[in-house]
């Protein structure tokens, strides 16, 4: 939906700028329509504001607005390939979170057009000092990560844990930091990433970002990702492991041979 917005905004911009300013300038009409044809976005947006902030996180259409607008930034503004198998292994119901490596700041949009099922972020702490995108996020009932201090990211596990047993999936990076973009495999995923999926008695959703992704160098060029979502691991599974051994049993699922 975003994405179709932006184009007819952009086609009718143009045309009209053509048709009534100058034609001979069409080269500026590509560039000023792109601007305004992204305003025409961010004021849609702003006009959803007030539902976002109504409905419930789970909501299908809250739900819908934030995968297009992942889907619109892929295509139009990062210029993502985005290639990702396994979505069938993504359970419809029942309580799951999903932890996967982190290879860029462009994961959790990769991923959100594809994942079937409400999907809500853990972005840092200092995200939310932003008026507007703070309101916005909590709307969404995100879990933020303060590294700084880690008994108030503590503190906010316990609304996680609720969050997820509302049949909202939570995307976490047990890694903690972007890693070697070159290297695929994890080989430090903290044990306290894993609290969640425990508290919650949840199971546990692998996903897998393959290759290297530096979109802020290779732009406007195209850039291709890989994701690879794997089979849920039953809360039955690892309900009597300790943190740092269902941390293993990630990253040997991760890093199991192509």
């Not at 504001?49 to 607005?65: A, G, N, Q, R, S």
């Not at 099922?117 to 009932?141: E, G, H, M, Q």
């Not at 070159?182 to 903290?190: H, P, R």
């Not at 290297?212 to 599974?237: C, H």
Request: proline share 7%; hydrophobic share 45%; charged share 25%.
């Amino acid at each position: 939906m975003t994405t179709l917005i932006f184009i007819l905004a952009y086609v009718t911009f143009f045309i009209l700028q053509v048709i009534f300013i100058n034609p001979y300038l069409f080269l500026v009409w590509i560039f000023t329509s792109y601007i305004l044809a992204f305003l025409v976005v961010v004021i849609f947006y702003l006009l959803n504001f007030p539902l976002v902030l109504i409905l419930k996180p789970t909501h299908p259409y809250k739900t819908y607005l934030m995968k297009s607008l992942a889907a619109f930034l892929n295509r139009c503004y990062l210029n993502m390939k985005i290639e990702v198998e396994g979505v069938e292994n993504v359970p419809l119901d029942g309580r799951i979170v999903a932890y996967a490596n982190h290879k860029s700041y462009t994961d959790a949009f990769a991923l959100m057009p594809y994942f079937p099922r409400p999907l809500t972020l853990t972005p840092k702490k200092n995200v939310l000092k932003i008026p507007f995108l703070r309101l916005w996020l909590k709307a969404y009932d995100v879990f933020p990560i303060n590294r700084e201090n880690p008994k108030e990211t503590l503190r906010d596990l316990e609304n996680a844990v609720e969050t997820v047993k509302k049949n909202q999936t939570i995307l976490l990076f047990p890694e903690g930091t972007i890693k070697d973009r070159l290297e695929d495999k994890v080989t430090n995923a903290k044990a306290g990433a894993f609290r969640l999926v425990k508290n919650a008695e949840a199971g546990l959703l692998p996903i897998k970002y393959e290759g290297n992704d530096l979109v802020r160098k290779r732009w406007p060029k195209r850039t291709y990702r890989k994701i690879k979502i794997f089979p849920v691991i039953p809360y039955s599974e690892i309900k009597d492991l300790t943190t740092r051994e269902i941390a293993q049993i990630f990253m040997d699922t991760i890093n199991e041979e192509k």
